[in-house]
């Protein structure tokens, strides 16, 4: 008897939890989607000029202070140092940098931007630029890359620092440097814990402390989560772009897979520096819809990744109705720049669907700004791509990854937006 009781315990949370993650698609309830072209106050954005002036930073505003949270500016300090340099990489066909970027004045905090630049170049090149999961190490197997010190939830009170965790190349099916740089383009990337290890820690261990105020210990409710770090980060990589005479700054496209694709959308619609982005496989919380509650919920991400997001967003766990935004209106933000989101058909956590239906809600803004958004509203077949317009779709077969299939739709959407100025 007992044990039956505790079985039928042990299972009742188990059953919730269960219960909470919808793939049927008849289940999605039915929601309406807040209008990315009516203000706050009822008012309806006719015109270039107010988006840009007026709704555009009305929904910047709403993120930052429900989702992400609100981040520093760039420190006046912030310095720069070639690592080194080798003309001589992916058998003479790349050029192999690292720079650090010194985030404090006394330089106790870097990261490392590893970056290829095809030899075979004759001006600036464009750039593709995101996070990696591993470490800088795990991209390529390049002997000479920097072992990244890679940082993690220590096991049983051991230490967070992992020397070795992850081998040289560990990654490198999800990175290829070699099609890029044949292509014309540069890569770079950036570990993404050299910002802020991405586990919770209650925002001791990465860049959060630095800007801290006086008897601070942690991020005020509508301030920076952990995604917002990440992408603050990479901004920073973009101010050291700006200097650099081999990179155009301005055609550099941020990239990331999954949590990282979340970022990257945070990080173009932050930062207006960036050309393009490209979400890959991002989810809830990236360019899915969290009122769809399909697949990972925002109560899921919420509780899987507590550090994720801004304190805020916890309001709005299971509570999808009440969010003054969705996602769609982060896609918004982007245009008219070009943003590509990819799906794969496998990966229902991230509700493909959902991601695809960001890209149709958004689509207003950029006929807005008088250029084509998505130019369909039906999601393409498997495996189709469609990138007639300025939000670029596919739904790939197989499951949550960023594999070649990826990175060929990317470069090709690259070619039509970046390169016709290159
Ligand atoms: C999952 C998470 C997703 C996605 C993914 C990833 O566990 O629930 O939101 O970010 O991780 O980053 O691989």
Not at 282 to 301: D, F, Q
């Given at each position: 008897m007992k044990k039956t009781l505790l079985y039928l315990l042990l299972l009742f949370?188990?059953?919730?939890?269960?219960?909470?993650?919808?793939?049927?698609?008849?289940?999605?309830?039915?929601?309406?989607?807040?209008?990315?072209?009516?203000?706050?106050?009822?008012?309806?954005?006719?015109?270039?000029?107010?988006?840009?002036?007026?709704?555009?930073?009305?929904?910047?505003?709403?993120?930052?202070?429900?989702?992400?949270?609100?981040?520093?500016a760039s420190p006046k300090?912030?310095?720069?140092?070639?690592?080194?340099?080798?003309?001589?990489?992916?058998?003479?066909?790349?050029?192999?940098?690292?720079?650090?970027?010194?985030?404090?004045?006394?330089?106790?905090?870097?990261?490392?931007?590893?970056?290829y630049l095809p030899n075979k170049r004759t001006g600036a090149v464009p750039l593709f630029f995101g996070l990696n999961f591993k470490g800088n190490h795990t991209i390529c197997d390049d002997a000479e890359i920097t072992e990244s010190i890679t940082?993690?939830?220590?096991?049983?009170?051991?230490?967070?620092?992992?020397?070795?965790?992850?081998?040289?190349?560990?990654?490198?099916?999800?990175?290829?440097?070699?099609?890029?740089?044949?292509?014309?383009?540069?890569?770079?990337?950036?570990?993404?814990?050299?910002?802020?290890?991405?586990?919770?820690?209650?925002?001791?261990?990465?860049?959060h402390p630095l800007f801290y105020n006086e008897g601070q210990t942690k991020p005020r409710?509508?301030?920076?989560?952990?995604?917002?770090?990440?992408?603050?980060?990479?901004?920073?990589?973009?101010?050291?772009?700006?200097?650099?005479?081999?990179?155009?700054?301005?055609?550099?496209?941020?990239?990331?897979?999954?949590?990282?694709?979340?970022?990257?959308?945070?990080?173009?619609?932050v930062d207006t520096r960036f050309a393009m982005a490209?979400?890959?496989?991002?989810?809830?919380?990236?360019?899915?819809?969290?009122?769809?509650?399909?697949?990972?919920?925002?109560?899921?991400?919420?509780?899987?990744?507590?550090?994720?997001?801004c304190e805020n967003f916890k309001q709005y766990s299971n509570n999808e109705d009440a969010l003054p935004v969705d996602q769609h209106q982060l896609v918004a933000l982007i245009a008219p720049r070009p943003v590509y989101i990819a799906s794969a058909i496998d990966d229902r956590w991230a509700d493909p669907k959902g991601e695809f239906l960001s890209g149709v809600h958004a689509t207003a803004v950029y006929e807005l700004l008088e250029v084509a958004g998505l130019p369909v509203e039906e999601m393409p077949a498997v495996d189709q791509p469609e990138m007639r317009g300025n939000i670029g779709y596919h739904v790939r077969s197989g499951d949550h990854d960023i594999n070649s299939y990826d990175w060929e739709q990317f470069i090709k959407f690259a070619d039509i937006h970046l390169k016709d100025k290159y």
């Open positions: 949370p188990i059953a919730l939890l269960a219960q909470e993650i919808n793939y049927d698609e008849t289940k999605v309830p039915s929601y309406t989607l807040p209008n990315p072209l009516i203000m706050e106050d009822g008012t309806k954005v006719t015109s270039k000029q107010e988006w840009i002036e007026k709704r555009r930073p009305e929904i910047l505003d709403l993120f930052e202070t429900h989702v992400y949270g609100k981040a520093p300090d912030i310095q720069f140092e070639v690592l080194s340099e080798n003309r001589y990489a992916i058998n003479n066909m790349a050029t192999r940098k690292e720079v650090a970027v010194y985030l404090s004045e006394d330089k106790t905090h870097k990261m490392t931007i590893l970056i940082r993690m939830k220590p096991r049983d009170g051991g230490d967070e620092i992992r020397p070795h965790a992850f081998k040289r190349g560990a990654a490198s099916s999800r990175w290829p440097v070699e099609m890029l740089i044949a292509k014309g383009y540069g890569l770079a990337t950036v570990y993404r814990g050299d910002i802020d290890p991405d586990y919770d820690d209650g925002f001791q261990n990465g860049i409710p509508d301030e920076w989560g952990t995604l917002a770090a990440w992408a603050w980060g990479l901004s920073r990589a973009m101010d050291y772009f700006e200097t650099d005479e081999d990179i155009d700054a301005g055609k550099v496209a941020v990239f990331g897979h999954s949590r990282h694709g979340k970022t990257a959308l945070w990080t173009a619609a490209v979400s890959n496989d991002s989810g809830c919380g990236g360019a899915a819809l969290s009122r769809r509650r399909y697949g990972e919920t925002v109560g899921k991400i919420n509780s899987l990744f507590p550090h994720w997001f």
